[in-house]
């Protein structure tokens, strides 16, 4: 009797013992913080001799690898691309389409780890009809898509959009307008991450839209007193400051990582990455990577 006594003590000593560690696991992954890059990898179509993609490639994964974000939006990603990164980072899942009719084409595709649950996903095109695949605002040169995703992390449910918008600064215009009604459509009152490639600087109508509709520059919210820095750099890393400055009339951040809802999310860092190996660079864009807690 006292035999089965004490080993049914040693089963319930066990069961509280695996539950507390459960619940610690789980209390962890809540509290930890949660890192978001967007970096546009530059398409794979080109051949650029020393900056084409296979011979980049390994310098852009040791730098995602170093990173570790928890989310990764890209752009320009290329169907070969894509494989070779979930070849390579079989711990995230990944969400993407061309922005083509058919399928093909670049996309913006998004990376999650695998501990992050996906609860839903979608695909939008900037466009009269944006449930269409192919489509484009009539006078848009080509397709631009959005990509998105409705994420659980611990207790928390929020969504992440990632994009890619047009050179055009009236279709970037037109385009942040009906992001701003997409996004409250989507993801209601959830908190959201929007992030990419905008091709306009912070000056611009385009993110001035978004930031007057309650979207916060993770960026800005952390180095508010620093002048704008260009993320875009065409391989030539600082270098491209001194021809850009001669250029242009002001140096133009394009790449962007903004949050909506003050109350749910703090931004813990943010930072434009700018590694390079023996004068080689991952892409013509700099990845930017912030740090954010839920609370």
Same mark, same amino acid.
């Given at each position: ?9 040693? &089963? ?7 539950? =507390?560690? +459960? ?26 001799? +020393? ?12 730098? $995602? ?10 752009? %320009?990603?290329? +169907?070969?691309?894509? /494989? ?15 922005? /083509? ?17 996906? #609860? ?6 900037? /466009? ?13 040169? #080509? ?7 409705? =994420?659980?992390?611990?207790? @928390? ?6 994009? @890619? ?7 970037? %215009? ?12 989507? /993801? ?6 929007? =992030?990419?490639?905008? *091709? ?21 919210? $952390?180095?508010?007193?620093? &002048?704008?820095?260009?993320?875009? @750099? ?29 109350? &749910?999310?703090?931004?813990? *860092? +943010?930072?434009?990455? &700018? ?18 807690? =839920?609370?």
């Amino acid at each position: 009797m006292n035999r089965l006594k004490s080993n049914k003590l040693r &089963e319930v000593m066990l069961i509280w013992l695996i539950g =507390l560690v +459960a619940f610690s696991a789980h209390t962890q992954e809540i509290s930890r913080p949660l890192k978001i890059m967007s970096f546009n990898i530059r398409n794979s179509k080109l051949d650029e001799g +020393a900056n084409s993609w296979q011979n980049r490639k390994d310098i852009l994964f040791s730098l $995602i690898k170093n990173s570790d974000p928890d989310i990764i939006g890209m752009q %320009e990603v290329t +169907a070969e691309q894509r /494989s070779e990164l979930e070849e390579h980072f079989s711990n995230y899942a990944t969400y993407g389409r061309g922005r /083509s009719a058919d399928g093909g084409d670049e996309e913006t595709t998004i990376f999650v780890k695998k501990s992050i649950a996906i #609860l839903d996903r979608g695909i939008f095109w900037f /466009s009269e009809t944006p449930k269409e695949a192919g489509s484009r605002y009539e006078g848009e040169g #080509l397709p631009r898509i959005c990509t998105w995703v409705k =994420l659980k992390r611990g207790g @928390h449910v929020f969504f992440v959009y990632n994009v @890619h918008l047009s050179t055009e600064s009236w279709a970037t %215009e037109k385009s942040a307008k009906f992001l701003v009604e997409k996004i409250s459509e989507i /993801s209601a009152s959830n908190p959201a991450f929007l =992030l990419g490639d905008f *091709n306009q600087g912070e000056t611009s109508k385009t993110i001035k839209t978004l930031v007057d509709a309650g979207f916060i520059d993770s960026y800005r919210q $952390i180095r508010p007193e620093e &002048e704008e820095r260009w993320t875009f @750099h065409d391989f030539c890393g600082h270098d491209y400051w001194a021809w850009g400055l001669f250029w242009f009339e002001d140096p133009s951040r394009y790449d962007y990582i903004f949050y909506r809802d003050q109350d &749910e999310i703090t931004v813990q *860092n +943010a930072q434009i990455i &700018e590694d390079s190996a023996d004068g080689g660079y991952p892409s013509d864009h700099y990845p930017i990577i912030s740090t954010f807690q =839920l609370k």
